[in-house]
């Protein structure tokens, strides 16, 4: 078993002094989780105090994050592939590639020197806060999700156009799925039978049988979709294209493309949640520094929140009262109260964080 070095103290908690207003407290019984993409380590804030409680080193380019469903573990996404600039955006907000980076190349990535042993996910044992172990995934991991059961991680492989299904107990690939172009955004169905992959370059939405891992639909989107959810209560679900700053509505039992709302302008849009009670979509914008607000339902935009600094990474609450926004440029996470729709604390982060994930504590 590794150690990492746990970093405590009040330092570590401190909130920006940009927010005055005194934060109200967060219900009890959970933590949330940080990936810090640029520090490679993983921020630990309390979901009562809103403080950080701790710092864990995790390895290289930290970004997709998420729990076990019995909270007693924490899986971590390490890519050994070095860190990009954002692109440059054109009048219509698509990006604007370097000469040998796009959608028809295929070698975009041949002159890029990338450590591949760093590449894989890590484990973190949320009881001793302990890094336990790296599971190989194949190359260049972005985001994952877990099966519903906890025993499998399906998982983007950005530089490599492919998915790979993992068996966490064999620590094993047990397949690979040829996808498209910069894989990113990953989420299985609320009943666990299908997996959404999300491809940025071509705007691909891919739908893999979750149990045959045959693929059994293939649709396009606005280009540079980054992540997906879905309503618990209908064959609904989310998904943001940032170029072009809409919102995509899925019908998941057709798995066809209903309609795109657009977005405040400015918005680019990066990760979708949907509420518990499954009444709002909330909606990370990127470089706008806000938090666009849905009815999940309807669809109409009920309200914009201003955050930090190109929100990437967003959760909420389990119960549903607070979202927590992963502010990359300004090293934070805000904490929003969803009642009175704004931000009430920013707490200070590592370097660029990237993802969030709820832990409930025991």
């Known amino acids: 078993m590794i150690k990492a070095k746990l970093l405590l103290g009040a330092a570590a908690a401190l909130l920006c002094a940009a927010v005055t ?70 009048a219509a907000g698509n990006p604007i590639f370097k000469q040998g980076h796009g959608k028809d190349d295929d070698d975009d990535d041949d002159n890029v020197v990338s450590d591949k042993a760093a590449d894989g996910i890590a484990v973190i044992n949320v009881a001793d806060r302990a890094l336990t172990g790296k599971i190989k995934v194949g190359s260049d991991p972005e985001e994952f999700t877990l099966s519903p059961d906890g025993r499998r991680i399906y998982v983007s492989n950005e530089d490599v156009k492919t998915a790979s299904i993992v068996d966490i107990a064999s620590a094993k690939v047990e397949h690979i799925i040829v996808v498209g172009q910069e894989p990113e955004g990953v989420a299985v169905t609320p009943d666990g039978n299908r997996i959404y992959i999300t491809c940025e370059t071509g705007g691909d939405i891919l739908v893999v049988d979750a149990h045959s891992y045959k693929t059994l639909a293939h649709f396009n989107v606005p280009p540079r979709p980054r992540s997906v959810d879905f309503r618990t209560d209908a064959a609904v679900g989310f998904i943001p ?122």
């Open 241 to 362: 294209s940032e170029s072009a700053g809409m919102l995509n509505i899925i019908d998941t039992a057709a798995s066809t493309l209903t309609r795109s709302v657009k977005l405040p302008a400015g918005s680019r849009p990066m990760r979708v949640r949907v509420s518990p009670d499954n009444a709002k979509v909330y909606v990370s914008d990127g470089r706008a520094g806000t938090v666009t607000v849905l009815d999940a339902h309807n669809y109409s935009v009920d309200a914009t929140i201003k955050v930090g600094k190109r929100p990437w990474g967003i959760v909420l609450s389990p119960d549903g009262k607070f979202l927590f926004s992963a502010n990359g440029p300004s090293n934070d996470v805000s904490v929003v109260d969803l009642a009175q729709g704004r931000e009430i604390a920013r707490i200070k982060a590592g370097q660029s964080p990237w993802g969030v994930t709820i832990v409930p504590t025991h």
């Open 21 to 90: 207003a005194r934060p109200a407290a967060a219900a009890p019984g959970y933590q949330v989780w940080v990936s810090n993409e640029k520090s490679g380590d993983v921020t630990i804030i309390d979901g009562g105090s809103l403080q950080a409680i701790g710092t864990l080193a995790v390895g290289k380019r930290p970004r997709g994050i998420h729990s076990s469903p019995d909270g007693r573990t924490v899986y971590v996404a390490l890519s050994g592939t070095p860190i990009e600039a954002p692109p440059e955006l054109d």
